[in-house]
């Protein structure tokens, strides 16, 4: 593998935790309503700065769950930021946006620019705590959207309260089962197990029996709770 060439190429994957920080984004239109509805619901502190808003984030604003400062952009309003999201159709702002952030390693997107951008944004499909991104590196957005839309077939909802089942388990499994293989083996029987469609089919008591079978070799088989 040509590491050297490969590098050029491709972003580096990463989930980022943006609870609690300060998460700027720049425009008031309706991309700037869906970034921020994106950043809240992973529990950033949005700011936006916009001379206008829609509807839709003037309620946000009112209700003081987002702060707005009524202008254009100045560079003071990078203070504090961890990340940037750029949403205004204004080319030499955009330009300014992303060289601010740059020389003081911000993280920004430039909606629709990618020459511009540290980071792009995945089409993302959720299930609870189960995060499927598709992206194209901002190539083609509606591609990844079209991926994106195919997998919520093959991922339903049955697979968040499957995430957050094994969550539960691996937490006990962790503290109670010392032999690390023995560990792999409960796991990678729980994953090949017909749990999934137990859940669809909402048979509680067989989820438990399936459980059980998987910790048979344990003094303290777990249960679904």
């Known amino acids: ?7 050029k190429s491709y972003h580096f994957p990463v989930n980022l935790d943006v609870r ?3 998460c700027l984004v720049i425009g ?5 309503e869906r970034k921020v509805e994106s950043l809240l619901h992973c529990g950033a502190k949005v700011c936006i700065v916009s001379p206008d808003l829609t509807d839709g ?6 209700r003081g769950i987002i702060s ?11 203070e504090g930021c961890f990340l940037v999201i750029s949403a205004v159709d204004d080319s030499e702002t955009n330009s300014k946006i992303a060289d601010d952030c740059l020389e003081r ?22 299930r609870g705590p189960l ?3 598709v992206s194209t590196q ?24 499957f995430v957050e089942l094994m969550g539960r388990i691996r937490q006990q499994v962790m503290e109670n089962v010392s032999d690390r293989e023995k560990r792999r083996q409960i796991f990678e029987c729980l994953i090949d197990s017909n749990i999934l469609e137990l859940i669809r089919e909402g048979k509680r008591e067989s989820i438990k029996e399936q459980i059980d079978r998987c910790m048979s070799s344990w003094q303290n088989p777990l249960s679904a709770g």
Request: proline share 5%; aromatic share 6%; with cysteine.
């Open 1 to 7: 593998m040509n590491v050297e060439n490969s590098a």
């Open 20 to 22: 609690r920080r300060k």
């Open 28 to 32: 008031g239109g309706k991309v700037a």
């Open 57 to 62: 984030l003037r309620n946000l604003a009112d």
């Open 68 to 78: 707005f400062v009524k202008r254009r952009y100045v560079t003071e309003d990078l």
């Open 105 to 126: 390693n911000i993280l920004v997107n430039v909606v629709d620019d990618p020459a511009r951008c540290s980071f792009t944004v995945p089409s993302v499909l959720r």
């Open 131 to 133: 995060c499927v991104a």
């Open 138 to 161: 901002g190539k083609s957005p509606l591609l990844a959207k079209k991926i994106r839309e195919q997998l919520e077939d093959l991922f339903g909802p049955e697979y968040s309260e």
